[in-house]
T-cell receptor, first 112, second 110 residues
Framework: EAQVTQNPRYLITVTGKKLTVTCSQN?????MSWYRQDPGLGLRQIYY???????DKGDVPEGYKVSRKEKRNFPLILESPSPNQTSLYFC???????????FGPGTRLTVL | GEDVEQSLFLSVREGDSSVINCTYT??????LYWYKQEPGAGLQLLTY?????DMKQDQRLTVLLNKKDKHLSLRIADTQTGDSAIYFC??????????FGRGTSLIVHP
């Protein structure tokens, strides 16, 4: 089954404690991206990746890092989380040719 | 940057038609999308339209595109309580990087 998976689905952590949210897709997609969703602000893109070892900043990259060492995986790293990073995070992937994005189920992060 | 605007809320009675509107600014948009997000779930692609089309119909869904006015709409016929969700409009041009609207919460009441 074609899918995008994210782990964990829920995470409560404290300020400053490094965390990683994993994202994996099994569709051999070149393009992957991370979004955060906040009430009234909709979806905002954090980082995206056009292919392995190619990443670029989206609209709200501050406080986040990503890596793309393999085509299927695109982890989101918060080196020193802060409360304003409390949000719902979505990973997505797409085939560059069609543009249709497939979304993961979301990770709800709370930073205390 | 490019912008996609949509109203935040829409309330309809069960059985009526719902029309969710969206405007965008990118004149080079190639694809325009509607995504649905049910409570507690991720986004699912509902339908999409190429920029050279005016209309696309898929069962209860009708997408209308007015490229001159950069206006996209999603009509849901015979709206059901299961249609209650947040609907996101999105557009992408040659950069393959989509821009999303803030989402419209559709509330269907009996």
């Amino acid at each position: 089954e074609a899918q995008v998976t994210q782990n964990p689905r829920y995470l409560i952590t404290v300020t400053g404690k490094k965390l990683t949210v994993t994202c994996s897709q099994n569709m051999n997609h070149e393009y992957m991206s991370w979004y955060r969703q906040d009430p009234g602000l909709g979806l905002r893109q954090i980082y995206y990746s056009m292919n392995v070892e190619v990443t670029d900043k989206g609209d709200v990259p501050e406080g986040y890092k990503v890596s793309r060492k393999e085509k299927r995986n695109f982890p989101l790293i918060l080196e020193s989380p802060s409360p304003n990073q409390t949000s719902l995070y979505f990973c997505a992937s797409s085939d560059m040719g069609t543009d249709t994005q497939y979304f993961g189920p979301g990770t709800r992060l709370t930073v205390l | 940057g490019e912008d996609v605007e949509q109203s935040l809320f829409l309330s309809v009675r069960e059985g009526d038609s719902s029309v969710i509107n969206c405007t965008y600014t990118d004149s080079s948009s190639t694809y325009l999308y509607w995504y649905k997000q049910e409570p507690g779930a991720g986004l699912q692609l509902l339908t999409y339209i190429f920029s050279n089309m005016d209309m696309k119909q898929d069962q209860r869904l009708t997408v209308l595109l007015n490229k001159k006015d950069k206006h996209l709409s999603l009509r849901i016929a015979d709206t059901q309580t299961g249609d209650s969700a947040i609907y996101f409009c999105a557009e992408s041009g040659g950069s393959y990087i989509p821009t999303f609207g803030r989402g419209t919460s559709l509330i269907v009441h009996p």
